[in-house]
């Protein structure tokens, strides 16, 4: 079954530290891997995804098919990134814009 | 662009009693996806519409069911309500012309409280 997990419910951090937020998935296919961000009192928003393969505030995700992971990596946590972050997995088929599949999410605290 | 705006932004209903939610997509989007957000879980998808026919549907009862309008604005209705429908409701658009897996764009979600 398609399924995406997060470990972590929650994950505190002083600034300036390194910021490693895990992400395992499992489908047979070829999925697409898709990071999310909700900050307080703000909107689900998209962080990033892995075929844009691209740098978004600091942040990037490397998907490993191996260990099927798409973990969430920054080099040193800012007070601002403190969020809940979800990891998101899209069946890619069809040429449509396809179902999302979410994790649990992890709460991001950086502390000052 | 106001982006996806949903309506209403909060509501209390009792067991049984039957609701609908409504959902403009973003500006040039032509596709409209309901997700169900529990406490403390991620989304849930619920199913997807497109050129006004549902095109995916997610692990939901047929309580839950939709419609898309021409104009791509589109509404969840959900009847017999139970105490677990109580949850935040969200609405996501995307542009499926312009290609496989456009990016979604949800709104602020409607908080749906059953008594």
């Known amino acids: 079954a398609q399924r995406v997990t997060q470990p972590e419910k929650l994950l505190s951090v002083f600034k300036g530290a390194p910021v490693e937020l895990k992400c395992n998935y499992s489908?047979?296919?070829?999925?697409?891997l898709f990071w999310y961000v909700q900050y307080s009192r703000q909107r689900l928003q998209l962080l990033l995804r892995?075929?844009s393969r691209e740098s978004i505030k600091g942040f990037t995700a490397d998907l490993n098919k191996g260990e099927t992971s798409f973990h969430l990596k920054k080099p040193f946590a800012q007070e601002e990134d403190s969020a809940m972050y979800y990891c998101?997995?899209?069946?890619?088929?069809?040429?449509?814009?396809?179902?999302?599949?979410f994790g649990t999410g992890t709460l991001l605290a950086v502390q000052p | 662009d106001a982006g996806v705006t949903q309506s209403p932004t909060h509501l209390i209903k009792t067991r049984g009693q039957q609701v609908t939610l409504r959902c403009s997509p973003k500006s040039g989007h032509d596709t409209v996806s309901w997700y169900q957000q529990a406490l403390g879980q991620g989304p849930q998808f619920i199913f997807q519409y497109y050129e006004e026919e549902e095109r995916q549907r997610g692990n939901f009862p047929d309580r839950f069911s939709g419609h898309q309008f021409p104009n791509y604005s589109s509404e969840l209705n959900v009847n017999a309500l139970l105490l677990g429908d109580s949850a935040l409701y969200l609405c996501?658009?995307?542009?499926?012309?312009?290609?496989?897996?456009?990016?979604?764009?949800f709104g602020d979600g409607t908080r749906l409280s059953i008594l």
């Open positions: 996501a658009s995307s542009w499926t012309a312009g290609g496989s897996n456009q990016p979604q764009h």
């Open positions: 489908y047979s296919g070829s999925p697409e």
């Open positions: 892995h075929i």
């Open positions: 998101a997995l899209s069946e890619s088929y069809g040429g449509a814009t396809n179902k999302l599949i």
